[in-house]
């Protein structure tokens, strides 16, 4: 997987969802991999029209991003089905849409961060409104939780791949301990980043602020092209969930790159190659 990673690609036909597949393309062409994109169809009979569209698809694509491409055709439920396709496959990551025809409203709405809770394959999420030709600018946001810095390794390799810069944003609190411990957290970040040589800026947003209001308007300032934040079940933001949530709704319509805090324990280390 190190040195052909797999991007996978639940696809519906859409225009959001081909918008996931260039993300994906980008991705794989940045890392020598490849993209599959997986149709799920609740019955047999639906099968030959789904082979029908990758047809036309894929006659779509440049004959290089074609020879990257891979498609797979599944009966049965695209909500259970996405990751249990990943973990088989051993995606290093899942693009996917946020809107689209049946199944991805469903999923999107609110089962969104129900599914990330589930997955053990880090996910990037793409409302489809805004290219990405070139990741420059990521916009990290963490706090005292050392579960919020779990996105650190890939985010890093987003940026060591693309020669991006990482834009840390502290979640500040009033309260002195909880102060101090986002401080540590940025000090482990940073040596990291250093570590890999990743450039990277501090950016100050004051105790007592709207937090999600200010984070936005920062992302704005730098022309973000990617937000960068972990799920887990409990800490920061009085509801994390909804903290998520308004990360992959966000309203400058950036792609999420997330993942499941809560299966991958506290961890900093080398960045992921072949990510």
Do not use: C
């Not at 990673?5 to 062409?29: K, N």
């Not at 290089?64 to 491409?69: G, P, R, T």
């Not at 999420?125 to 890939?154: A, C, H, R, W, Y």
């Not at 999600?212 to 887990?232: C, H, P, R, S, T």
Request: net charge negative; glycine share 6%.
């Amino acid at each position: 997987m190190e040195n052909s990673p797999i991007y996978l690609i639940p696809f519906d036909f859409t225009p959001v969802s081909s918008s996931a597949m260039r993300l994906g393309l980008d991705l794989a062409i940045a890392n020598n991999g490849s993209v599959m994109l997986l149709h799920v169809v609740n019955k047999q009979s639906e099968k030959k029209e789904a082979k029908k569209q990758f047809k036309k698809t894929i006659s779509d694509l440049s004959e290089s991003d074609a020879k990257l491409v891979v498609t797979r055709i599944l009966i049965g439920d695209i909500f259970d089905d996405i990751t249990k396709a990943a973990e088989i496959i051993d995606a290093a990551l899942i693009v996917m849409g946020t809107h689209g025809a049946r199944g991805f409203q469903k999923i999107f709405g609110s089962n969104a961060v129900k599914m990330i809770s589930h997955s053990s394959t880090p996910l990037m999420i793409t409302q489809g409104k805004k290219t990405v030709d070139k990741i420059n600018s990521i916009v990290m946001p963490f706090s005292f939780e050392k579960k919020t810095i779990q996105i650190t390794n890939l985010a890093t390799s987003i940026a060591k791949k693309f020669n991006a810069t990482i834009h840390l944003v502290g979640y500040h609190d009033t309260d002195e301990w909880l102060e101090k411990n986002m401080v540590n957290n940025q000090k482990i970040i940073r040596q990291h980043l250093q570590e890999n040589g990743i450039e990277h800026v501090i950016a100050n947003i004051p105790a007592g602020s709207d937090y999600i209001e200010e984070l936005m308007k920062y992302a704005q300032e730098v022309d973000a092209d990617l937000m960068a934040a972990g799920y887990y079940q409990e800490g920061i933001i009085t509801n994390p969930n909804s903290f998520i949530q308004s990360m992959i709704e966000n309203e400058l319509h950036l792609p999420l790159l997330t993942v499941n805090a809560e299966e991958l324990g506290v961890q900093v280390g080398s960045a992921a190659s072949g990510f």
